[in-house]
């Protein structure tokens, strides 16, 4: 079945950066516009940032612009998400996701069709 597989997660101190990345398997990438989410403790998932199936359209959370940057190789079958300038409250489990359907609608989380399993990111004050 299809994989989404997130790596690239870890602890790092306020200001610095990560990079996480999603490797898909099992799906014709390309026919897919993806997405990360984060969920932090007792809070609800939320979007942080998508990419259409070629690449050429990005859109991002306020709270993560400018920081963030999404990003994806369609003869790789990955999606990176390149996190800048982290804050405290960027803690949570980052997950990628993809969506099928086209129109995409990238901000919501129950359209899209296939998830990873997540990946934690921890920033320390």
């Known amino acids: 079945q299809v994989q989404l597989v997130e790596s690239g997660g870890g602890l790092v101190q306020a200001g610095g950066s990560l990079r996480l990345s999603c490797a898909a398997s099992r799906l014709t990438f390309s026919n897919y516009a993806m997405g990360w989410f984060r969920q932090a403790p007792g809070k609800e998932r939320e979007f942080v940032a998508a990419?259409?199936?070629?690449?050429?359209?990005?859109d991002y959370a306020d709270s993560v612009k400018d920081r963030f940057t999404i990003s994806r190789d369609n003869a790789k079958n990955t999606v990176s998400l390149q996190m800048n300038s982290l804050k405290p409250e960027d803690t949570a489990v980052y997950s990628c996701?993809?969506?099928?359907?086209?129109?995409?609608?990238?901000?919501?989380?129950?359209?899209?069709?296939?998830w990873g399993q997540g990946t934690q990111v921890t920033v320390s004050s």
């Open positions: 990419v259409s199936r070629s690449g050429g359209v990005t």
């Open positions: 996701a993809a969506q099928r359907r086209y129109p995409s609608i990238f901000r919501q989380g129950g359209e899209y069709d296939y």
